[in-house]
């Protein structure tokens, strides 16, 4: 029994081990984490459980027989976060390059499934050269695999990925249908063909990292949800997003104990929208004053800036945020903002996650770039999300609301649940000055015939009440108790069932 058991201690150690000390040096000296120390990072400590420690390989060709490194270049298996269960895929770049074999996407198919069975989130940390060129094909039928998963998850589990190192060719895919991407600055990079191919083809010449890395994907293509400085820090702001999320589509999200009186009243919010209706003020001042602790996790916070989206807690419990941002071309509905919200508020939807809409928008952005981009498909995407949302859907209006993007904006007219209004609120189809120059153009050489015409028309739609009148909103609040009145309105909706006509699925303009 001796030997026996000292066997296993011996391969175990071997496969913790990865590559070898001198590869795992190599993996240190440039600035990453091994793939076992991302994932003692990444749970509660000593929940990790892990499978397949001894699946090898079985290809033959090229020499791979005398190659079979235990575990094959992925470490899986689950854990907890807080205490709530999560599956866990770490590639190790330390074994043949993280290069994905038959039995290594098996191994993480076999966690995609389990998570699915057992409704619990999917966490891959992805650190890999790709394809296993030794295996040709039966390392593309691996990767097929895996999307399949991907596509059969989403949407029924929570789906994260952390790119903490090469991500290239097909295999940003498997990431790319994920809900979330998290990348590290200066080590992680993702695209479709690297910087070599993208010279002979189209003689551009570009690094890696400003082809793909992190900066690139949060801030230019939006493909990647959040950039970090080091592997430690992506880690532990991905504990922290799963803590807001429920661990499948049919459980809620977690209820965290908050410290923070329902009540707080904050006089602060009466004096936040400026006199001059061109001028901006701060909207994430106005999330973090009615957050539970002022705590908001902001998602694509790099990418366009115009809108604002993330998770909040109010009475502990998590609620997405959808915000236009006055500070960033005032706010205005643009093709990027609108795809940023409409994939969250399809994310909110998908997982049970009540909507906070705060709305400042003075419409949608003209121009030639925005119409030829497809402003009309891109725009309809968000509208159609919102008005696909069942979730409980709670909507604050602050200053304007004009034209089609007040319609958009989770309005009452596409099922907002309840709808508030500031006082400071405007809801018209234009602001004043547009409405004269096209209702009175005949009077405008006149500036006091135009001036009178803008008052009259300020006179009547620069206010909340008209909509009120008609019940589009349903009160006009004071600012300073929107923390009372948003945890009053999401409690009295944790009851709300809504259903959806039969379809296969819908045809969100894409
Ligand atoms: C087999 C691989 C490998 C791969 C790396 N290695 N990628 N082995 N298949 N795809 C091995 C290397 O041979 C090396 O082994 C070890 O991993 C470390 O690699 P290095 O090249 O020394 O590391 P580094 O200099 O950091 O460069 C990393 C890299 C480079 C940029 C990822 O290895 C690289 O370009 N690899 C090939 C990438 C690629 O073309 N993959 C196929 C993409 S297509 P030794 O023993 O020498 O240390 C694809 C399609 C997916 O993935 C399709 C899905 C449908």
Not at 140 to 158: D, K, W
Not at 211 to 236: Q, Y
């Amino acid at each position: 029994m001796t030997d026996i058991l000292k066997e296993l201690g011996d391969r175990r150690a071997a496969a913790q081990l990865g590559g070898g000390q001198a590869r795992i040096d190599a993996q240190h000296g440039k600035g990453k984490l091994t793939a076992r120390e991302r994932v003692e990072l990444l749970l509660d400590e000593g929940s990790f459980e892990e499978f397949d420690t001894f699946v090898t390989h079985r290809c033959t060709d090229f020499g791979m027989e005398n190659v079979k490194p235990a575990g094959d270049g992925v470490i899986t298996g689950w854990g907890t976060i807080n205490g709530r269960q999560v599956y866990v895929f770490s590639q190790d770049f330390t074994v043949l390059g993280g290069s994905v074999s038959a039995t290594h996407a098996a191994k993480i198919c076999k966690i995609m499934d389990m998570a699915m069975q057992n409704g619990a989130p999917v966490i891959g940390i992805n650190d890999s050269g790709g394809a296993r060129i030794q295996e040709g094909v039966d390392s593309l039928a691996g990767y097929g695999e895996v999307f399949q998963r991907n596509i059969m998850a989403s949407g029924v589990v929570p789906q994260i990925s952390l790119i903490m190192g090469p991500c290239a060719g097909g295999a940003v895919y498997s990431p790319a249908m994920t809900d979330f991407i998290f990348m590290v600055k200066d080590s992680s990079y993702m695209f479709v063909t690297g910087p070599d191919v993208v010279k002979t083809v189209t003689n551009e010449q570009v690094t890696a990292e400003e082809l793909g890395g992190a900066t690139t994907h949060t801030r230019k293509s939006s493909v990647a949800d959040g950039a970090f400085e080091n592997d430690v820090e992506a880690l532990a702001e991905c504990r922290r997003l799963v803590d807001f999320l429920p661990l499948n589509n049919r459980s809620k999200p977690p209820v965290r104990p908050f410290f923070d009186d329902v009540d707080r009243v904050e006089s602060s919010l009466d004096t936040l929208i400026p006199d001059n209706p061109n001028q901006p003020y701060d909207m994430k001042e106005l999330i973090h004053k009615i957050a539970d602790e002022g705590d908001f996790y902001e998602i694509q916070a790099d990418f366009a800036g115009n809108i604002l989206t993330g998770f909040i807690r109010l009475e502990g419990q998590t609620v997405g945020v959808v915000a236009n941002q006055p500070m960033v071309l005032a706010g205005v509905l643009d093709i990027d903002s609108a795809r940023k919200a409409a994939r969250f508020v399809r994310f909110c939807d998908a997982f049970e996650i009540p909507i906070l809409s705060l709305v400042d928008v003075p419409g949608f952005l003209p121009g030639t770039t925005q119409e030829y981009n497809g402003v009309i498909k891109h725009g309809a995407k968000l509208l159609f999300a919102y008005g696909e949302a069942t979730v409980p859907k709670v909507t604050v209006i602050t200053r304007k609301a004009y034209g089609g993007a007040y319609v958009v904006m989770s309005s009452k007219h596409m099922r907002g649940d309840i709808n508030y209004a500031w006082p400071t609120s405007e809801i018209a189809v234009m602001g004043a000055k547009g409405a004269t120059e096209i209702l009175h153009r005949k009077d405008l050489g006149d500036p006091e015939k135009t001036a009178a015409h803008t008052k009259d028309y300020e006179d009547r739609f620069a206010n909340p009440f008209v909509a009120a009148e008609r019940g589009f909103v349903d009160e006009v609040i004071m600012p300073q108790s929107t923390r009372k009145r948003l945890c009053r309105a999401f409690a009295g909706l944790r009851g709300k069932q809504q259903q959806m006509p039969w379809k296969k699925h819908d045809n969100i303009p894409l």
